[in-house]
């Protein structure tokens, strides 16, 4: 398979978010404003290319030298919450303002579903190094994209007056969400 196949794969055919449905916690949580889901999702990004690159190492030099391929989820999570905890101690030393601007967002990177999902999806289609990175940056780049889209629409439905009392809030968020995952059900015949 092709770089350029995966990424768009990766990106918009199998995006995390509105196709696999990983990560929905934080693309319900964050995406009220745009700004935070930008840096939710930049944040995103840089732990998943840096958790390919590792989970890719530990697996094929440690686990599977060792006979100890079954241990990898367990294996797949240390290292996420490790690097985590990594980039978050980096960012509260180098720059403290991009520290308190992120906030709580830091930590629950750890628990993102996403993240975890892309280092067992590379693993599972047996991708190289590069092809390891190649789709962790295309699926955290799918994934600040629908968590940015989704953002953009419920700053819009602030300030919209029509939609119903009983819809406003979560419920209407919900059904945008499905709606944007039925138009990314378009992509599906680009690869």
């Known amino acids: ?3 350029f196949t995966i990424f768009i794969s990766a990106l918009l055919v199998n995006n995390f978010v509105l196709s696999r449905f990983l990560g929905i916690c934080p693309f319900l949580g964050v995406s009220k404003k745009v700004e935070t889901s930008a840096g939710m999702g930049a944040a995103v990004t840089f732990v998943m290319v840096l958790a390919a690159m590792m989970t890719f190492l530990v697996e094929r030099f440690i686990l ?3 006979g100890l391929s079954y241990l990898s989820t367990l294996a797949f999570i240390l290292v996420i919450a490790s690097l985590v905890q990594f980039v978050e101690m980096v960012i509260k030393k180098m720059s403290p303002d991009l520290y308190k601007s992120l906030g709580i967002f830091l930590p629950l990177i750890t628990t993102n579903c996403a993240v975890l999902g892309m280092a067992l999806i ?3 289609e047996q991708y190289t190094f590069i092809q390891s990175i190649v789709n962790s940056v295309g699926a955290a780049l799918g994934f ?3 968590l940015v889209l989704l953002a953009g629409i419920r700053e819009k439905f602030e300030t919209n007056e029509y939609i119903p009392e009983p ?3 979560l419920p209407i968020t919900l059904i945008t ?3 944007m995952a039925i138009a990314f ?3 599906q015949g680009l690869i």
Do not use: H, V, W
Request: hydrophobic share 50%.
């Open 144 to 146: 600040t994209l629908a």
């Open 122 to 124: 590379n693993s599972q």
């Open 64 to 66: 599977i030298p060792l």
């Open 167 to 169: 819809l406003r809030g």
């Open 185 to 187: 059900l378009g992509f």
């Open 177 to 179: 969400a499905g709606i």
């Open 1 to 3: 398979m092709s770089i």
